[in-house]
């Protein structure tokens, strides 16, 4: 089972938070924490990310079930955010099954394929010399060094377990998986319940080009923009970002988000 954190434990609804490549469930304890008090909230890390299990498996399909298993073995439905490939991941789960989610919200990410690589990512990680880090700020001189943006450099190296002297992410089965990771697998199911497709205004991860593919899968899918943001928009505008979930979560039943 994936390593999971739980925040809260209100009556509400639980919460699953489903992160994305290279990210680990603590990259959304302040929002995590900030929607518990409404509601128990659990972050997982996925598999080949942070402390859970490594596997050469990083199917959609396998992650899919993983977040179904957490969700049984905490007792049912729960309404499920998921950031990129945590939301390819958790619309996977949605699709597959369905009687685990109530409520849907996918961050910046469509259910195709995308043409571009993170592999440059993978390759500057492999190049930091861990021998000589000795602090986290070392990793990020010489991902730096490597022309990675500083934003990124800090991201990355909060996956860096400076006392061993290792990353928490299994470089080697992302590496091998990216063609899965970039696309989506081909399903004939739909999801009928209620799904927000939340996407950053300066993001181009989500057209109006992907909207027919998205509806033919999750027809009661809505979509809304979240202002002066790009693709990681719960970062960059973290309160509009908690905002804009907490409505959708909270309202009676689906409508318009106020």
């Known amino acids: 089972m994936l390593s999971y954190s739980e925040h809260g434990s209100s009556d509400g609804t639980p919460l699953l938070i489903a992160h994305g490549l290279y990210g680990s469930g603590r990259n959304w304890n302040v929002i995590a924490k900030r929607l518990s008090d409404t509601r128990r909230v659990i972050t997982v890390d996925m598999r080949n990310h942070g402390q859970s299990f490594w596997s050469d498996d990083h199917s959609y399909e396998a992650l899919g079930a993983d977040l179904a298993e957490i969700i049984h073995g905490l007792g049912g439905p729960m309404d499920v955010v998921g950031h990129s490939m945590g939301g390819k991941a958790a619309m996977m789960l949605a699709l597959d099954r369905p009687d685990a989610v109530r409520r849907l919200v996918i961050g910046d990410i469509a259910p195709v394929s995308y043409g571009h690589s993170q592999m440059e990512f993978i390759d500057a990680m492999r190049a930091v010399d861990l021998s000589s880090v000795t602090r986290r700020s070392d990793a990020n001189d010489q991902l730096a060094a490597q022309g990675v943006d500083p934003a990124l450099c800090s991201f990355l190296t909060q996956s860096l377990e ?27 199911t739909s999801f009928a ?6 996407s950053g205004g300066q993001s181009d991860y989500v057209t109006q080009a992907y909207r027919p593919v998205i509806r033919s899968l999750f027809p009661e899918a809505r979509f809304v923009k979240i202002p002066a943001a790009g693709h990681w928009l719960h970062a960059d505008n973290p309160r509009a ?16 988000l106020t």
């Open 193 to 198: 319940g209620s799904t927000l497709f939340l």
């Open 162 to 188: 400076v006392a061993e002297q290792r990353w928490r992410l299994n470089l080697d089965a992302l590496a091998d998986n990216m063609p899965a990771i970039l696309g989506f697998p081909d399903v004939t």
């Open 241 to 256: 970002f908690e905002g804009t979930v907490r409505a959708y979560l909270d309202a009676p039943a689906p409508g318009p």
